[in-house]
């Protein structure tokens, strides 16, 4: 908790956003995260790629210094993304058609927090938890109602009781049922004509504007209504500097003002501002990647000292890292039992989908939260792609004996599935012989025979070295996976440097868990006393 707040931020970012690409939620190669500075909020634009800017002052919202921190700040990634996934992309053709209809922009953005968070609920089964980090907001109109409602995820106890509030409700229920953006139009439609008396008229914020220039200033929860379009369609968040069209996130009088579910229900038109290429391109100038947040230069005992030697040689000529003298062979029996439990790994997904066509199946969670729009479940079926993987060995000697043993059995059923065409790609093994960081490329299957040749017998890894120069192969990689016992005593890994190049690691050892914390240098770990289990458990992470 001694670190600086942005390096905190940067933290609980990456590591929920490499729990999404591993999982298979998110597309690495389709976003890109930056931290702003001085800013008090997140926000999303699709300016290809999709873009999320996280404030590095989102800490400030938190009521009380929490040990849990990084997963409040979480909550604004997974918020974010839910635009990126569900949100109207072209969102200045949303705002004219909002406009046109005489809708404030504030009114879709709390429509569409409620739908996209209920999306990212049901895709990632993960919570928010807005009110226990920020508590509950004050509930004054039916709007600072619906927004108490998005704040409890669902959850009707603050305002069970309050009047208008199963009509409230209601609205909620049907906006989580909207199958996009452009859906919300009708019901806000709806929503205004039944709560206009409880609301400012719209137009009042509309003369503000006139009167200053740009959108009004947004008191409370945003209920007073003010659209913020201008006549091209774009829009002015609350605060902003009408000079340059981009928010003053320094006025701290505005900050004060507002807490942190008030500002989150600015983000899209923070977005509209931010289509404007040279207002993204001013926003972007005052912030930094996460990588570059966290990006530490790599360091060691041995960093000055070793010389780095790359030999790519052909199986079949005199090694360089593995030893022809002392095959060790492996358990072969084993790694043709255990293949097809790996190939589903790389099988075809199967599961069910909503959907509205009638079908055997019952959408019963949505048929319970009043969506009847798709009360049907259907079967869907995602076909496998050969995926392209990097093993690479650790063959130090702290690898020798009962370690290397199920190493060279899981190499031995990649090189399986290799010949099976579930996957393509690399064996890499690494040492340290004398000063010299070496090691030995072989392209999947390898023979059996080559494979017992591969012992831990060096001095150190050198695996640092060899993943920087093996660079090219992990960056066309869909899963590199380090065979390691994490026992690193040369050069660091710094996953940070392998994130700024693109490079996710999966770190993987077969022995006792007492003393191996592979998370300490790959972005996930997994350490399990036999093959099978770690088949088990890749299986969890990477399905």
């Keep these: 908790m001694n670190e600086e707040p942005k390096r905190r931020i940067a933290k609980a970012i990456d590591d929920a956003y490499i729990d999404l690409v591993i999982s298979g939620i998110l597309d690495e190669a389709k976003l890109e995260i930056r931290i702003k500075k001085d800013f008090p909020t997140a926000s999303w634009v699709f300016n290809p790629p999709h873009n999320i800017f996280v404030g590095d002052r989102i800490l400030e919202h938190i009521k009380e210094a929490h040990e849990e921190e990084a997963e409040y700040v979480q909550s604004y990634l997974y918020h974010e993304i839910g635009h990126s996934l569900y949100t109207e992309r072209d969102m200045k053709a949303f705002a004219n058609a909002l406009k046109s209809k005489d809708i404030p922009f504030i009114l879709l953005n709390i429509f569409e927090d409620a739908r996209i968070e209920e999306l990212m609920r049901l895709k990632t089964d993960r919570k928010f938890l807005w009110t226990k980090f920020e508590g509950q907001g004050e509930i004054v109109s039916p709007l600072s109602m619906f927004q108490n409602i998005i704040q409890n995820e669902g959850a009707m106890e603050a305002c069970k009781d309050i009047e208008k509030s199963d009509r409230v409700q209601d609205y909620y229920l049907r906006a989580l049922a909207c199958k996009d953006t452009w859906e919300l139009i009708p019901l806000m439609e709806e929503w205004l004509k039944e709560f206009k008396e409880d609301e400012q008229d719209p137009q009042e914020g509309e003369d ?159 048929i319970a939260r009043g969506s009847n729009d798709q009360p049907f479940r259907k079967r869907k079926v995602e076909k496998a792609v050969k995926k392209e993987v990097t093993l690479i060995l650790d063959c130090s000697g702290s690898m020798w004996g009962a370690p290397m043993e199920g190493m060279r059995v899981i190499i031995g059923i990649f090189s399986r599935l290799a010949r099976h065409g579930h996957v393509k790609g690399h064996v890499i093994l690494s040492g340290v012989s004398g000063r010299i960081a070496i090691h030995e490329t072989f392209t999947l299957p390898v023979e059996d025979d080559i494979i017992g040749t591969f012992v831990g017998t060096y001095g150190s890894e050198g695996l640092d070295h060899t993943m920087r120069d093996a660079m090219p192969l992990l960056k066309k990689s869909d899963w590199t996976f380090v065979l390691t016992d994490g026992m690193i005593g040369d050069a660091r890994i710094e996953k940070q440097f392998y994130h700024l190049q693109g490079v996710s690691t999966l770190g993987i050892y077969v022995g006792e868990s007492d003393d191996c914390d592979l998370n300490e240098w790959f972005d996930k770990g997994v350490v399990r006393s036999t093959v099978k289990g770690v088949a088990d458990e890749l299986l969890q992470l990477l399905r």
């Design 208 to 366: 503000a504007k006139d009167e200053k220039g740009g959108a009004p200033e947004e008191e409370g929860s945003g209920d007073s209504g003010g659209s913020g379009d201008t006549s091209d369609g774009s829009a002015q968040a609350p605060g902003e500097s009408s000079s340059d069209g981009l928010k003053d996130s320094g006025d701290e009088q505005e900050s004060e003002k507002e807490s942190g579910a008030e500002q989150r229900v600015q983000d899209l038109q923070q977005t509209l501002l931010l289509l404007d290429d040279e207002a993204f391109e001013s926003f972007v100038s005052d912030s930094e990647s996460v990588e570059e947040v966290l990006i530490v230069t790599p360091s060691g005992p041995m960093d000055t000292k070793i010389e780095t030697e790359t030999r790519r040689v052909d199986e079949h000529s005199n090694a360089v890292v593995r030893i022809p003298d002392e095959n060790e062979g492996f358990d072969k029996e084993l790694a043709d039992e255990l293949t097809p439990l790996f190939a589903r790994l790389f099988s075809d997904k199967k599961g069910y989908v909503r959907s509205s066509c009638p079908s055997k199946r019952l959408n019963i969670k949505g």
